[in-house]
């Protein structure tokens, strides 16, 4: 018996579902990071205002 030949076809990859998994997995991070960013804003909403809104300004009199 002969040993199996090793071909080519092993290593072969399927380059339109390797951009659809890119893609994928982008679109969970950007999910994730949304979701994240989110979640601190309800936690802590006054973080995100800067402090200068807080300030009176001064007018002469």
């Known amino acids: 018996m002969d040993p199996p030949v090793v071909s080519g076809a092993r290593f072969e990859v399927d380059v339109d579902l390797g951009f659809a ?3 994928f997995l982008l679109l969970c991070f950007f999910l ?4 994240v960013r989110c979640a601190h804003l ?3 909403p006054y973080s995100s205002v ?3 809104t ?7 009199e």
């Not at 994730?32 to 979701?35: D, G, N, R």
């Not at 807080?54 to 002469?60: R, V």
């Open 21 to 23: 998994l890119f893609f």
């Open 50 to 52: 800067s402090v200068s």
């Open 54 to 60: 807080y300030q009176e300004e001064d007018t002469e």
């Open 42 to 44: 309800v936690l802590d």
């Open 32 to 35: 994730l990071v949304t979701i």
